[in-house]
Nanobody, 115 residues
Framework: QVQLVESGGGSVQVGGSLTLTCAASGSIEPLRDMGWVRQAPGKNREMVAL???????TLGNSVRGRFSITRDDAKDTIYLQMTSLRHEDTAMYHCWAPLSGRENWGQGTQVTVSS
């Protein structure tokens, strides 16, 4: 069973930066795709960023130009570098990794952006 453990969330002021980390363990085969999904209270779940083994990535429209995603394939760990944070980035950020047709989720790490 795949375990995904996030870290790095917290409170930051508008315009600030944070880096989230997600470390995967327990998989018996390499994880091809890993990503970040966020959900704010009262809003739909939103895919923020996705990175594939080898480094190919996709960023959501709302974060493009401000966020970046990187990956350490050897460690099955991904990083979400967030800059120029806005109020609307406030959400619970979950790590996500599909494997063999099954979705795996982390517990989430809270990001709160305030004035």
């Amino acid at each position: 069973q795949v375990q995904l453990v996030e870290s790095g969330g917290g409170s930051v002021q508008v315009g600030g930066s944070l880096t989230l980390t997600c470390a995967a363990s327990g998989s018996i085969e390499p994880l091809r795709d890993m990503g970040w999904v966020r959900q704010a209270p009262g809003k739909n779940r939103e895919m923020v960023a996705l990175v594939s083994r080898g480094g190919g990535y996709t960023l959501g429209n709302s974060v493009r130009g401000r966020f970046s995603i990187t990956r350490d394939d050897a460690k099955d760990t991904i990083y979400l570098q967030m800059t120029s944070l806005r109020h609307e980035d406030t959400a619970m950020y979950h790590c996500w990794a599909p494997l063999s047709g099954r979705e795996n989720w982390g517990q989430g790490t809270q990001v709160t952006v305030s004035s």
